[in-house]
């Protein structure tokens, strides 16, 4: 069965520190992982989609890589508008149906 | 341009009682989706269009829940007989062209079913 699993559940960071979320995945013919950024009370917002394994993509203090089991969202030197639930996604097959993990809820103190 | 949207943006209502909710997607995009968000759950999809045809309905987690599209425009998701297990954030994406492309999320409906 398709399955997507997100740690750590939670983390709080200082202003600064940098640190990574994890994405680890178990999906046959995967085509594709896809990273949002969720506000509360909001819909997700796309961040990045990676494609095969070894693709990297950067976007200001964010960075995610992808591997054949996982992938990591790096964030260095986070700051308080990082603070967001970020959630991981992957598809596969024709429909684009996507399969989320439960997230990773990240505060970043100033 | 405008994003895609959602209403009513809550919705509260009776055990048994039906409800439609409304996606209407970024114009152009020929692909659209429901996914279901429990409180501090991920989301669940439910059903995906192409167009006004729906290939995959595997996420519709009973016969209470039915959806439907007009063209490449705007989608209704009707839940029939509401539950209070119903209660959930329905949220709808779109997207263009390819499947591998990024689907657009609009801020969904939250419902609740007392």
């Known amino acids: 069965e398709d399955q997507v699993t997100q740690s750590p559940e939670a983390l709080r960071l200082q202003e600064g520190e940098s640190s990574s979320l994890n994405c680890s995945y178990t999906?046959?013919?995967?085509?594709?992982l896809f990273w949002y950024r969720q506000d509360p009370g909001k819909g997700p917002e796309f961040l990045f989609t990676l494609y095969s394994a070894g693709e990297e993509k950067e976007k200001e203090r964010l960075k995610a890589t992808l591997t054949k089991k996982e992938s990591f969202l790096h964030i260095t030197a986070p700051k308080p508008e990082d603070s967001a639930t970020y959630l991981c996604a992957v598809f596969r097959g024709n429909t684009g149906k996507l399969i989320f993990g439960q997230g990773t809820t990240l505060q970043v103190k100033p | 341009g405008a994003g895609v949207s959602q209403s009513p943006s809550n919705k509260v209502t009776e055990k048994g009682k039906d409800v439609e909710l409304r996606c209407d997607p970024i114009?152009?995009?020929?692909?659209l989706y429901w996914y279901r968000q429990r409180l501090g759950q991920g989301l669940e999809f439910l059903i995906y269009?192409?167009?006004?045809?729906?290939?995959?309905k595997s996420g519709l987690p009973s016969d209470r829940f039915s959806a439907e599209r007009t063209g490449e425009s705007v989608s209704t998701l009707t839940i029939q007989r509401t539950q209070q297990e119903d209660s959930a954030v329905y949220l709808c994406a779109s997207s263009s062209g390819s499947v591998a492309n990024e689907q657009f999320f609009g801020p969904g409906t939250r419902l609740t079913v007392l």
């Open positions: 269009f192409q167009g006004n045809s729906a290939p995959d």
């Open positions: 999906v046959s013919g995967l085509r594709g």
């Open positions: 114009s152009g995009h020929t692909a």
